[in-house]
């Protein structure tokens, strides 16, 4: 029996190919996977960060109807997976009713989430705390990589993540997911559609960009009458989706 197809969603900051490990998993394990990246990132890490000019002002409804489309080539609606903000827009085709199922790691916060910690906004600062960075593609240093997603993991580990896979991103979702409560809706999800698959969303207890009382907060904006779970990992930061104990 053939099984469906995975589609994995990377989040900001990350190339898509650090669902590397994960693809070689599932595909021992039979499953057929697909990776894209976001509209404008290239094939690798390097040439990414060289053409980082082509990864700015995308925003997260752009970026979703980029993975739409690839769904729309399969023959089966797939299992999506995503991390970060691409748990986000996992979330939000999900919702679409394209996808079998879907699992959202750590995922950026829907339209109708108000809190906002301390440690999400020292987060995003690098990004938010200069309006014009709207339309630019961003880069973190790796003291800022290492804050938000390597706070929870050895110093070297973090180094090797970031060296490996950390790229530049667009900074319109960011500003799009922070002004959501206010106007706009590219990152509101129809938490209503009870004909959607099931969803498994994650949270990490030392997660500073994404804290768990965001990722709880999401799973609580769906009706119960459809599957919805919710998982904390204990111990584990914003990159337990790539390091030592994924």
């Given amino acids: 029996m053939t099984k469906r197809t995975i589609v994995f969603i990377h989040g900001l900051w990350l190339h898509a190919s ?3 490990p994960w693809i070689e998993y599932f595909r021992q394990h039979g499953y057929p996977t697909l990776n894209p990246g976001w509209p404008g990132d290239s094939l690798t890490v390097a040439e990414t960060k060289e053409r980082f000019r082509l990864i700015a002002n995308h925003g997260v409804k752009e970026i979703a109807d980029s993975y739409a489309s690839i769904i729309a080539t399969l023959n089966e609606p797939p299992i999506l997976i995503g991390h970060s903000f691409g748990g986000l827009i996992a979330q939000i085709l999900l919702s679409r009713g394209i996808a079998a199922a879907g699992i959202a790691i750590d995922p950026a916060p829907m339209k109708g989430i108000w809190q906002l910690p301390f440690s999400a906004l020292r987060s995003a600062w690098p990004v ?17 990589f290492r804050y938000a997603f390597g706070n929870a993991i050895p110093e070297n580990e973090a180094r090797a993540i970031y060296d490996k896979w ?40 030392k997660d ?28 584990r930061g914003h990159s337990l989706a790539l390091d030592h104990g994924w």
């Fill in 18 to 20: 650090s669902w590397q």
């Fill in 208 to 235: 500073h960009i994404v804290p768990a009382i965001l990722s709880s907060a999401a799973a609580k904006k769906y009706k119960p009458s459809v599957i919805t779970d919710y998982k904390l990992f204990e111990n």
């Fill in 166 to 205: 950390a790229i530049p991103s667009p900074a319109r979702p960011l500003f799009q997911a922070a002004t959501a409560s206010f106007f706009g809706s590219e990152t509101k999800v129809d938490t209503h559609n009870v004909a959607r698959g099931p969803l498994l969303i994650t949270g990490g207890e």
């Fill in 128 to 144: 938010l705390s200069n309006p014009f960075n709207l339309k630019k593609a961003v880069s973190l240093t790796f003291k800022q």
